[in-house]
């Protein structure tokens, strides 16, 4: 925890995820998917006076790659499932699908793809732990805001069927989510 209460943007899919940021708190909620994620995580960079010293926090559900998965987790890695990367690496370009966040074992593969069956699940816990569709484009664009991304998301399902069930499970979640932001800032 820090010293000092971190001045913190929050970025949220969905309202159901941020029902719990602590009051007094900025949020922004971005919608679902890479492209708005990213879009709107600028426009609200954007229109901070100061970012200075700003930390983005990425709070959101995920769903466990990997059968010994669960509860909350800080992103220590989050990678663009959805890029060609080894063609763009042949073709002489850094993709950037990978982008290191800290220290934390927990690996995200973030894309557009609703998550919900074995096989999809089966070939991202090759490289990943969970799986969202915001995180890589949120942290890609704090990090062009020259702004630290800290990607945190509790597990709501296992990637596969139970994924269905998301909207009676969302809000354990956004409580955990809420907890953790409170000790974070030190309330």
Known sequence: MPSSPPRVLV??????????VPDGVPVVITGIGKTAAAARTARALAAFEDVEELVVVNIGTAGALRDDVAGLHVVGEVLNHEIS???LVTLGYDPEHRLLLGEDE???????????????RSRLAETA???DMEGYAVAWTAREFGREAILVKHVSDAADDSAWDWPTVVDRSA????????????R
């Open 129 to 131: 732990h969970l799986v």
């Open 106 to 120: 927990a690996v995200l593969a973030s894309g557009d793809v609703f998550v919900a069956d074995a096989t999809m």
């Open 85 to 87: 990367a080894a063609a």
């Open 11 to 20: 970025v949220s899919a969905t309202e159901a995820e941020a029902r719990y």
């Open 175 to 186: 409580r955990v989510l809420g907890e953790w932001l409170e000790e974070y800032l030190g």
